[in-house]
């Protein structure tokens, strides 16, 4: 046999070879659509083997989700959203995909979307229902949520991730499910550390609000929007709409349900100082209060978010001297 038929058969068995190492990459993505989805996922913060890099869990607050919930931002969960989207949809109405459609979930029995074929391992617990703490357990990591799932999502380590995702995920709802409180003995970062009132301002108040920025208190208020509206108008939520709350009686807002701890300051009105209090620390300032917001520990953030507060009335009050 001659040199040259040697080399047409070699390349022959090559061309063969090439050819059917493609075709099996080709069924593959075909047969197997929901392994695309996986490295999408992958990319949120979820470490390689499904297994949460070490001592991961430190950041953890030590009061669980409701002190999570407290500093969550919706817009950056709006974010962490996105990089689902390649399985999910979020709106109402919304299609299943790979995964079922997560609109108004909260609340809502597990393993209940219409039309979606679910594992065994969430059939199981169609019983139980998503509580802020078993959505927590399930996006930190659903194969030990449900050992089981179809689920190829590794899940999100980061504590802060998964709050503003939570958070986000509450907003997609015609009635957001109320949040959860937080013990009076949580701490974590949303307390003031011991001697963290020393930063104030000698002046009090008068000297905060003189360098605040109506701008940056605006950005505050967005983290707000969960739970409150300020515009002229606007409609209560889990918490009453906040248009013009300074020199107004504590308790006022019409048709809005306040705890007994705020209707007994009725009498009183929201000054400068008593806003300032509130924001500082909700619990200490009115015992009992539902509010679960665990409050800002900063001045220049109290400030700030006053000083945009002031500006939402038709007649802003004179600033404190």
């Given at each position: 046999?001659?040199?040259?038929e040697?080399?047409?058969?070699?390349?022959?068995?090559?061309?063969v070879g090439?050819?059917a190492?493609?075709?099996?990459?080709?069924?593959?993505?075909?047969m197997?659509?929901?392994?695309?989805?996986?490295?999408s996922?992958s990319?949120?913060g979820?470490?390689s083997?499904d297994?949460?890099?070490?001592?991961?869990?430190?950041?953890?607050p030590?009061?669980?989700?409701a002190?999570?919930l407290?500093?969550?931002?919706?817009?950056?969960?709006?974010?962490?959203?996105?990089?689902?989207?390649?399985c999910?949809?979020?709106?109402?109405?919304?299609?299943?995909?790979?995964g079922?459609?997560?609109?108004?979930?909260?609340?809502?029995?597990i393993?209940?979307a219409?039309?979606?074929?679910?594992?065994?391992?969430?059939?199981g617990?169609?019983?139980?229902?998503?509580?802020?703490?078993?959505l927590?357990?399930?996006?930190e990591?659903?194969?030990?949520?449900?050992?089981?799932t179809k689920?190829?999502?590794a899940?999100?380590?980061?504590?802060?991730d998964?709050?503003?995702?939570?958070?986000?995920m509450?907003?997609?709802?015609d009635?957001?499910?109320?949040?959860p409180?937080?013990?009076?003995?949580?701490?974590?970062?949303?307390?003031?550390?011991e001697?963290?009132e020393?930063?104030?301002?000698a002046?009090?108040?008068?000297?905060?609000?003189?360098?605040?920025?109506e701008?940056?208190?605006?950005?505050?208020?967005k983290?707000?929007?969960?739970?409150?509206t300020f515009d002229?108008g606007?409609?209560?939520?889990?918490?009453?709409?906040?248009?013009?709350v300074?020199?107004?009686?504590?308790?006022?807002?019409?048709?809005?349900?306040?705890?007994?701890a705020l209707t007994?300051?009725?009498s009183?009105?929201?000054?400068?100082?008593?806003l300032?209090?509130?924001?500082?620390?909700?619990k200490?300032?009115?015992?009992?209060?539902?509010?679960t917001?665990?409050?800002?520990?900063?001045?220049?953030?109290?400030?700030?978010?006053?000083?945009?507060m002031?500006?939402?009335?038709?007649?802003?009050?004179?600033?404190?001297?």
């Amino acid at each position: 046999m001659s040199t040259l038929e040697i080399n047409k058969m070699v390349a022959a068995l090559l061309t063969v070879g090439v050819v059917a190492g493609f075709s099996a990459f080709l069924a593959g993505v075909i047969m197997h659509p929901h392994e695309l989805a996986e490295p999408s996922y992958s990319v949120a913060g979820a470490v390689s083997e499904d297994e949460p890099a070490e001592g991961a869990e430190a950041d953890a607050p030590a009061d669980g989700i409701a002190v999570m919930l407290a500093s969550a931002d919706e817009a950056a969960g709006g974010k962490v959203a996105k990089k689902c989207t390649s399985c999910h949809t979020f709106d109402q109405g919304g299609a299943n995909k790979v995964g079922p459609n997560l609109w108004n979930t909260l609340e809502q029995p597990i393993a209940d979307a219409e039309g979606f074929g679910y594992s065994d391992a969430l059939k199981g617990k169609a019983g139980d229902t998503w509580t802020y703490d078993s959505l927590n357990a399930f996006i930190e990591k659903p194969k030990d949520f449900a050992p089981g799932t179809k689920m190829t999502f590794a899940g999100l380590k980061k504590t802060e991730d998964r709050a503003n995702l939570i958070l986000y995920m509450r907003s997609m709802s015609d009635s957001p499910a109320p949040l959860p409180e937080a013990s009076a003995e949580a701490v974590s970062e949303n307390e003031p550390a011991e001697g963290a009132e020393a930063e104030a301002p000698a002046n009090d108040l008068a000297a905060m609000m003189a360098s605040a920025k109506e701008a940056d208190g605006e950005k505050l208020a967005k983290k707000c929007a969960a739970c409150h509206t300020f515009d002229k108008g606007g409609a209560n939520k889990v918490g009453p709409n906040l248009w013009s709350v300074l020199d107004r009686p504590i308790a006022s807002v019409e048709d809005y349900k306040y705890s007994d701890a705020l209707t007994g300051m009725a009498s009183d009105s929201w000054t400068y100082d008593s806003l300032n209090a509130f924001l500082e620390k909700p619990k200490d300032f009115a015992p009992g209060t539902k509010m679960t917001f665990a409050g800002l520990k900063k001045p220049e953030d109290r400030a700030n978010l006053i000083v945009y507060m002031r500006y939402m009335s038709d007649s802003p009050p004179p600033l404190p001297e």
